[in-house]
């Protein structure tokens, strides 16, 4: 079954340093959004991406993050400059269509700790 | 009034009884609602989602929807102990934010 894949797994940053979070989704998958879940808290949605651009984003989305696909098959989350309540479980995730009948496959996730 | 609700649980059913969970939500407009399973530290697993009133099932899964009175639910027949998780609701609407929006869940644990 094909699968959203993640890396890294875990990634350990200082406060005030960049991280670039990568994903590659489902390779027939045209919509890719990044959501994350503070330990112990709901999953949040951070932004939706189609047709190269950003469709959507929540109020966490700050000027601190992008995302761009560079290459056709990679989707990436940059944080420019983490804070310890950045750490949290980040999660890819992708969808065929816009369409009602269709489900968002998640990645395993990437557990970024801010320290 | 929170948009997505649940019981946080946790719900304690005995290995192959009937586990029951729900959800309720407070926009109008959400036009299709999922249900995902997570284990500890792992990422959400979609198990079924559903958009018409009414039921769908889903081998040992049934979502059930009700638009009327803003209620999902998913019955677990059956239920095994590797069924133990964290169950998810999740809703899109069709209009302004059209990404997926989490409840907090419901743990589910099944008793051997």
């Known amino acids: 079954e094909p699968e959203v894949t993640q890396t890294p797994s875990h990634q350990v940053t200082q406060m005030g340093q960049e991280v670039i979070l990568r994903c590659v989704p489902i390779?027939?998958?045209?919509?890719f959004y990044w959501y994350r879940q503070i330990l112990g808290q709901k999953v949040e949605f951070l932004v939706s991406?189609?047709?190269?651009?950003?469709?959507?984003k929540s109020e966490i989305f700050d000027d601190q993050f992008s995302v761009e696909r560079p290459d056709g098959s990679n989707f990436t989350l940059k944080i420019r400059s983490t804070k310890l309540e950045d750490s949290a479980m980040y999660f890819c995730?992708?969808?065929?269509?816009?369409?009602?009948?269709?489900?968002?496959?998640f990645g395993s996730g990437t557990r970024l700790t801010v320290v | 009034q929170k948009e997505v609700e649940q019981n946080s649980g946790p719900l304690s059913v005995p290995e192959g009884a009937i586990a029951s969970l729900n959800c309720t939500y407070s926009?109008?407009?959400?036009?299709?609602f999922f249900w995902y399973r997570q284990y500890s530290g792992k990422s959400p697993e979609l198990i079924m989602f559903?958009?018409?009133?009414g039921d769908k099932e889903d081998g040992r899964f049934t979502a059930q929807l009700n638009k009327a009175s803003q209620y999902v639910s998913l019955l677990i027949r059956d239920s095994q102990p590797s069924d133990s998780a964290t169950y998810l609701c999740?809703?899109?609407?069709?209009?302004?934010?059209?990404?997926?929006?989490f409840g907090s869940g419901t743990r589910l644990q099944v008793q051997p």
């Open positions: 999740a809703v899109r609407k069709d209009t302004g934010r059209r990404a997926l929006t």
């Open positions: 390779s027939n998958h045209l919509y």
């Open positions: 995730a992708s969808r065929f269509t816009g369409d009602l009948n269709y489900g968002y496959t």
């Open positions: 926009d109008r407009g959400s036009q299709s």
């Open positions: 991406f189609y047709n190269n651009e950003i469709s959507e």
């Open positions: 559903i958009y018409s009133n």
